[in-house]
């Protein structure tokens, strides 16, 4: 019943597109081993098996970040679900080497309380845009206080 009035079973509104909805880059993240693995595909198809092999661990990751929830989604059989309110986000972490930057990618690192990530995730595309937005809602949240 949930579902039909535009509500998902988690409370968020099927209705309304997430702000940001990505999975780890492949080429972006390693253009280097993706170059690689397409070299390789000669080789008896080890480089088909290779980008197979990558492509179904990328998109076995999904972060999704709708209005203050950020949820995160991990496996392929086995899921392993998180979901953090950004009012309990204290620091957002962004690693990026130079090729990282050229290609808009990068490691994202959440953390709540404690000396713990939540969560890190590498090859995240367009790091500073999931960064800018929880500075946006937190600060915004605090001038409704």
């Keep these: 019943m949930a579902i039909a009035s535009g509500l998902q079973p988690n409370g968020r509104s099927s209705l309304n597109k997430p702000d940001y909805d990505a999975s780890p880059a492949m080429f972006r993240n390693q253009p280097l081993g993706f170059i690689a693995a397409v070299l390789l595909i000669p080789v008896f198809g080890l480089g088909i098996l290779l980008l197979l092999y990558w492509y179904i661990k ?21 899921k392993e679900q998180t979901d953090i309110d950004i ?24 953390f709540t309380t404690g000396d713990m990530p939540e969560f890190s995730l590498q090859g995240m595309p367009d790091p500073n845009f999931v960064r800018d937005y929880i500075r946006g809602r937190i600060n915004r949240e605090d001038e409704e206080r």
């Design 87 to 110: 009012r309990e986000i204290r620091t957002v972490l962004i690693r990026q080497s130079f090729w990282q930057r050229i290609f808009n990618v990068g490691q994202v690192e959440v």
């Design 58 to 78: 990328a998109r076995s990751v999904r972060l999704t970040i709708a209005g203050d929830a950020i949820h995160l989604s991990r496996g392929i059989l086995s």
